[in-house]
């Protein structure tokens, strides 16, 4: 008995404490990520480039021309040419199609994400990439692999958007963040080939 009323106290004590420090025991909020005002947009792949061009709003970024650019991975963002997009700002990547390959998702790939490392890898074949196995603490776009809802156009599809382009056809990607979206066009030799968006950022 007397280890039950020395127990019991404990309880009491213990309560009267938190009741004086005022600890609640309050079940918070899962945590929100800030909202932001800029993502980052890298572009790279698993061929070698020839970049010929990297604009942001027309004005170039020459450092980031590169006739023999090439990442070591497919997601080693570190490597990627990468600017930075404020809301209303268009980031233009031109280079020249790498050799053709067997599969269309060695095109190019480009790298969406924030500093609060919540982000998206598309692919050239519409493919979303799972953002934990882009490195990614979280996602925006999709949370796991998935169709990239783009649209091709001017008698494009999957296999032109990769391993049959003609080598050295002039392709360029625009991206464009609104500041809730980021709209992705692909154009070939002036035409555009595909074109998609992501869901709110």
Do not use: H
Not at 8 to 32: Q, V
């Amino acid at each position: 008995m007397k280890r039950t009323s020395m127990f019991m106290a404990a309880i009491a004590g213990a309560s009267l404490l938190l009741a004086m420090t005022g600890c609640d025991m309050e079940i918070r909020d899962k945590y929100t990520p800030p909202a932001v005002s800029s993502v980052y947009v890298g572009f790279g792949g698993e061929n070698t480039f020839n970049v010929t061009n990297v604009t942001v709003d027309g004005t170039s970024q020459t450092s980031l021309i590169d006739s023999s650019f090439a990442p070591s991975a497919w997601n080693a963002f570190s490597e990627f040419k990468t600017v930075s997009l404020e809301a209303g700002e268009t980031a233009v990547f031109t280079f020249l199609q790498p050799t053709q390959g067997s599969g269309a998702y060695n095109t190019w790939g480009l790298a969406f994400y924030d500093d609060n490392d919540y982000g998206d890898f598309l692919r050239g074949d519409n493919w979303l990439n799972s953002y934990s196995d882009a490195g990614f603490s979280g996602a925006k776009w999709v949370n796991g692999n998935s169709s990239a809802n783009g649209t091709y156009s001017n008698d494009y599809t999957y296999l032109t958007s990769g391993s049959q382009l003609p080598t050295d056809a002039t392709v360029t990607l625009t991206v464009t963040f609104d500041g809730t979206d980021v709209t992705v066009t692909e154009t070939v030799n002036g035409t555009t080939a595909y074109t998609t968006s992501s869901g709110a950022w």
